[in-house]
């Protein structure tokens, strides 16, 4: 996610990182190039006049401008959903903390095996995992194994889905502090209603990952937008001539960014410039679970770098 200021109107015109004309800057010169192309022979092709006026242009424009802003909205709105689940994931991680920490009895050495204890540091796993998954990471080992015992993550890395293989485990630490009178059995269903939570965040970003926009809109509004923009110089040439390539530049420049914007949106948890920054989500709950626990030797919060928070 880029994080900065908004530049000056100077820079703005100069700005490469976070901007979207990397994706399209080949579509666009392809569409100035023929612009150019047709300025310099008047929009004749092959000896033959190809004659538009602007009225086709004004009336295929509007509907073109509403179904991409649409189409982005609905990006947007998967954008927005997801930064809402993993808001709710922080919530309910610090929950977690708070009811294992203050509602669970310690055992009677105190130490790190605790059942309770156990299940605090394996949320920093979750999410880590979690984070894992949404991107397609094939190897957690750094973030997720250091918070449960080896023989623990050996049994649960070759588990199809190691989000929920890690909730089996917490739910298991659970029914261990019931079966040993360490918490009362009337409080057990707040712990578990912060699992199911937690469960659910999961399945809320996996619907939002496995379910994009139906690729046959997508599709329709990809064609539209390049017709639209090759086109658009034969309908300006006999009207604004030699300012053909700049209007047609500035156009194709909205309508193909507009159109990579919402490809890039539609995937909120894509480790891109504009995704979700989970590795900075996953440190804030790393800090503060950490800090539940009493560790006092902490990670620093992440930061952008160039501009960006991963």
């Not at 930061?303 to 928070?309: A, D, T």
Request: with cysteine; charged share 20%.
């Amino acid at each position: 996610m880029i994080v900065r200021d908004r530049p000056s109107a100077l820079r703005l015109f100069f700005i490469m990182r976070g901007s979207i004309l990397p994706r399209i800057w080949m579509h666009l010169a392809v569409s100035t190039l023929l612009a150019v192309i047709v300025t310099w022979t008047d929009g004749e092709l092959g000896h033959h006049k190809l004659h538009f006026t602007t009225t086709p242009f004004t009336l295929m424009g509007l509907p073109l401008a509403i179904f991409l802003g649409f189409r982005n909205n609905a990006a947007y709105d998967r954008y927005w959903e997801g930064r809402k689940q993993w808001g709710e994931l922080i919530l309910r991680s610090r929950s977690l903390a708070r009811q294992c920490l203050s509602l669970v009895a310690p055992g009677v050495r105190h130490d790190a095996d605790d059942p309770h204890l156990r299940i605090v540091r394996r949320a920093i796993a979750y999410a880590h995992a979690l984070r894992h998954r949404l991107r397609g990471d094939t190897d957690g080992n750094a973030d997720v194994a250091p918070w449960i015992a080896l023989a623990e993550w050996e049994r649960v890395r070759t588990h199809p889905n190691v989000p929920y293989a890690l909730m089996l485990e917490m739910g298991a630490d659970l029914g261990e502090c019931l079966r040993t009178g360490r918490l009362d059995a009337c409080l057990a269903p707040s712990i578990d209603a912060s699992f199911s939570a937690m469960t659910a965040v999961a399945a809320s970003c996996e619907r939002i990952r496995g379910t994009p926009i139906p690729f046959s809109y997508t599709l329709l509004l990809h064609r539209t937008a390049y017709l639209y923009c090759f086109l658009l110089p034969f309908g300006l040439v006999d009207t604004i001539g030699y300012l053909t390539p700049l209007v047609s530049a500035i156009v194709a420049y909205t309508f193909f960014g507009l159109d990579a914007l919402g490809d890039e949106l539609e995937e909120p948890f894509r480790a891109s410039d504009n995704g979700l920054p989970l590795e900075a989500l996953c440190r804030t709950i790393e800090i503060d679970l950490r800090t539940a626990l009493g560790d006092r030797d902490l990670p620093p919060p992440l930061l952008p770098e160039n501009y960006r928070l991963s």
